[in-house]
């Protein structure tokens, strides 16, 4: 194999990174990782593993992804406890528990034999959590990955989880509040974009003409954009309030475009919620896409002005990871990982009000050289800190580093 | 003959050690007991991450001082501690202690943060491999130098200062090994605190020290 993908990400981040993760990767060449989540499609973490695998592979390593199966029940258990784990107060039926741990069984059962013989197996998410303890006979190190916000959760269905995360060698969170005290290292690494991705590559005019007239936007109005999925945490309706509040003094319109991923069953709950909040307003543009459109999604951020990302609670943001690589200065709430990228009077404005957004638009397209500004600053950010190359950089010195035990210094020579 | 200059390059990995202050007293005590790598990294670990903070706030000391308990006055006090100056990180950690004394003996009411903006205690694991470029003569760091990673300048200008017995950087270590041909450029190079700029700007520091000094 051709070493294509890493002479294409040198071109973006230059030449010392790329050789840096090469060295970084030698005494790792030939080793086996295998990472498992819950989807193929949609969501941030489906998104990095897409190109964070080839990239491992061109390292040397062999990596492999696999994906849980399970049935509509298994997914609402998971989201119940992705949303008790970020704060919602809620009992988990005990029958849908129950289907969480025989799901994790019935994979284990397809699966165990691969994951036993790896040398490092990266679990993501809450859930196939359980899977460790199914696997007797393992022989690598396993990391629990965690992608979201856990500084508050529901403490029973915590304690529940914890029992099946606990005895991994380490794991994986986005900030240092996020992570929850466990009896092994707590390792903390960002999640990135990817560059050369449909979602994130550069576009043509022409392109970019076609988004517009297919979204039926007006090019000659200010767009202000949040792409999330339909999400009670990311705030929808709050971004309508806010974009309600900036039209009584500057022209806008407003673009609310989101995926649907495999493993969330409010999401069209959701979307109902929007849709009747946005009726009769012909500039609110209310946009379920399928889970690949990812170049539509790339081209709304690219012809927006502003893009915001209200949400009020955050495991990274990575559409705001997106917005600001296009050069876009971001509004979003002071929630999560949104604080780590959005930099207030830097890169954006963090809000935690309808109000204060509004604010924020109305600042941003009365003074456009601010906007350009920050716009500026944040694809800098992006680019020398939340791309995947830097991911893999950390996802390597981690295993490095787990293979040494907690020592401060390892030497590699 | 003088051995080559081996040119290594690093990597740090954060971890979380899940100790955390919500208020000055509580910061307070757990620097008593914190580990040194704490400190270690709540200082020097922001070169290696993400920042458009007020560029006075050098640590995340100050940095929470300032926005997580808005006190100015603690925050500039912090702020002006260079780590350089300090033999080893227990000095450091006695003086930050001595501060933070100080200024809770100053207020009668001791200052919180909210909820959400915490300290978070941090310590780092640093992994360091060979680049396997060698270079034999002094000139050839201004060929190379705009070539080095963050991570090698990071190893050799900054973590050469916690395990080189003058608390030097590895470059100047080298050079004095050429005799007195290099007393000039060692002079500039110690003239850079390395505590005040980012590791692109060290570098680029650097490669303007060594185009004038190494001139063939």
Same mark, same amino acid.
């Given at each position: 194999m051709t070493d294509l993908l890493l002479d294409q990400y040198q071109e973006i981040v230059g030449e010392d990174v790329i050789n840096s993760l090469r060295q970084l990767a030698e005494p790792l060449r030939g080793t086996r990782v295998v990472h498992v989540n819950s989807t193929r499609e949609g969501g941030g973490v489906a998104e990095i593993l897409h190109r964070m695998i080839p990239l491992k592979q061109e390292l040397g390593l062999e990596p492999s992804w696999e994906v849980i199966d399970g049935e509509g029940e298994f997914y609402q258990c998971t989201k119940y406890m992705h949303n008790t784990l970020q704060g919602?107060?809620?009992? +988990?039926?005990?029958? @849908?528990? %129950?289907?969480?741990?025989?799901?994790?069984?019935?994979?284990?059962?397809?699966?165990?034999?691969?994951?036993?013989?790896?040398?490092?197996?990266?679990?993501?998410?809450?859930?196939?959590?359980?899977?460790?303890?199914?696997?007797?006979?393992?022989r690598g190190k396993w990391i629990w990955r965690c992608h979201?916000?856990?500084?508050?959760?529901?403490?029973?269905?915590?304690?529940? @989880?914890?029992?099946?995360?606990?005895?991994y060698d380490a794991s994986i969170w986005s900030l240092a509040e996020f992570a929850q005290p466990l009896h092994h290292p707590l390792y903390l690494i960002a999640p990135s974009i990817d560059p050369l991705s449909d979602k994130n590559q550069e576009l043509s005019q022409k392109e970019l003409q076609e988004v517009l007239k297919r979204s039926k936007l007006d090019p000659h109005r200010p767009i202000v954009v949040q792409v999330s999925r339909f999400d009670r945490f990311k705030d929808p309706l709050g971004v309508i309030e806010a974009f309600r509040l900036a039209k009584q003094f500057v022209p806008l319109q407003l673009v609310l475009a989101g995926g649907g991923a495999t493993d969330d069953p409010e999401g069209e709950e959701v979307l109902s919620e929007v849709q009747a909040a946005a009726k009769g307003d012909l500039d609110?543009?209310?946009?379920?896409?399928?889970?690949?459109? #990812?170049? +539509?999604?790339?081209?709304?951020?690219?012809?927006?002005?502003?893009?915001?990302? %209200?949400?009020?609670?955050?495991?990274?943001?990575?559409?705001? =990871?997106?917005?600001?690589? %296009?050069?876009?200065?971001?509004?979003?709430?002071?929630?999560?990982?949104?604080?780590?990228?959005?930099?207030?009077? #830097? =890169?954006?404005?963090?809000?935690? =009000?309808?109000?204060? !957004?509004?604010?924020?638009?109305?600042?941003? @397209? =009365?003074?456009?050289?601010?906007?350009?500004?920050?716009?500026? %600053? !944040?694809?800098?950010?992006?680019?020398?800190?939340?791309?995947?190359?830097? #991911?893999?950089?950390e996802y390597l010195t981690l295993m490095l580093a787990i293979l040494r035990g907690t020592e401060e210094r390892i030497e590699l020579v | 003959?003088?051995?080559?200059?081996?040119?290594?390059?690093?990597?740090?990995?954060?971890?979380?050690? &899940?100790?955390?202050?919500?208020?000055?007293?509580? *910061?307070?005590?757990?620097?008593?007991?914190?580990?040194?790598?704490?400190?270690?990294?709540?200082?020097?670990? &922001?070169?290696?991450?993400?920042?458009?903070?007020?560029? /006075?706030?050098?640590?995340?000391?100050?940095?929470?001082?300032?926005? &997580?308990?808005?006190?100015?006055?603690?925050?500039?006090?912090?702020?002006?501690?260079?780590?350089?100056?300090?033999?080893?990180? /227990?000095? *450091?950690?006695?003086? *930050?202690?001595?501060?933070?004394?100080?200024?809770?003996?100053?207020?009668?009411?001791?200052?919180?943060?909210?909820?959400?903006?915490?300290?978070?205690?941090?310590?780092?694991?640093?992994?360091?491999?060979?680049?396997r470029l060698r270079l034999t003569k002094p000139e050839q760091l201004k060929e190379y130098i705009a070539h080095l990673t963050v991570g090698s300048i990071f190893y050799h200008f900054v973590d050469a200062r916690r395990r080189t017995a003058n608390r030097g950087d590895d470059f100047s270590e080298w050079l004095k090994g050429f005799g007195n041909s290099y007393e000039r450029l060692l002079e500039q190079i110690a003239a850079i605190d390395p505590y005040f700029k980012s590791l692109t700007e060290l570098r680029s520091q650097l490669g303007q020290i060594f185009e004038e000094y190494l001139n063939t």
């Open positions: 919602n107060r809620l009992e +988990i039926p005990q029958p @849908l528990l %129950k289907g969480y741990e025989e799901t994790n069984e019935e994979n284990a059962e397809r699966l165990r034999g691969q994951l036993e013989e790896a040398d490092f197996v990266f679990i993501h998410d809450p859930q196939p959590a359980p899977l460790l303890n199914l696997c007797p006979g393992r979201i916000d856990v500084s508050r959760p529901y403490r029973p269905v915590w304690k529940y @989880l914890r029992n099946f995360v606990e005895p609110i543009h209310v946009m379920l896409l399928p889970s690949d459109a #990812h170049r +539509i999604i790339n081209g709304l951020q690219r012809i927006s002005d502003i893009v915001l990302q %209200k949400s009020t609670k955050e495991g990274f943001g990575l559409t705001v =990871t997106e917005a600001m690589w %296009k050069g876009k200065p971001v509004i979003g709430g002071e929630v999560g990982g949104i604080r780590l990228q959005v930099h207030n009077h #830097h =890169t954006g404005f963090l809000v935690n =009000t309808p109000e204060g !957004a509004a604010l924020r638009i109305r600042y941003l @397209l =009365t003074h456009r050289d601010r906007l350009e500004e920050m716009g500026r %600053k !944040a694809r800098q950010l992006v680019l020398e800190n939340f791309l995947i190359t830097r #991911h893999v950089r | 003959m003088i051995d080559p200059f081996a040119v290594k390059d690093c990597a740090l990995i954060a971890i979380a050690t &899940g100790e955390r202050a919500h208020n000055l007293r509580e *910061l307070r005590d757990r620097l008593e007991t914190t580990r040194s790598g704490c400190i270690y990294h709540h200082f020097w670990g &922001g070169l290696l991450r993400p920042s458009f903070d007020d560029p /006075e706030y050098q640590n995340d000391f100050a940095v929470w001082a300032y926005h &997580g308990l808005h006190d100015r006055f603690l925050a500039e006090r912090l702020a002006l501690i260079d780590p350089t100056e300090f033999a080893d990180m /227990e000095e *450091l950690r006695r003086e *930050l202690i001595e501060i933070i004394e100080e200024r809770l003996d100053e207020n009668e009411l001791v200052p919180w943060s909210s909820s959400h903006q915490q300290f978070h205690f941090i310590r780092s694991q640093i992994v360091v491999f060979d680049t």
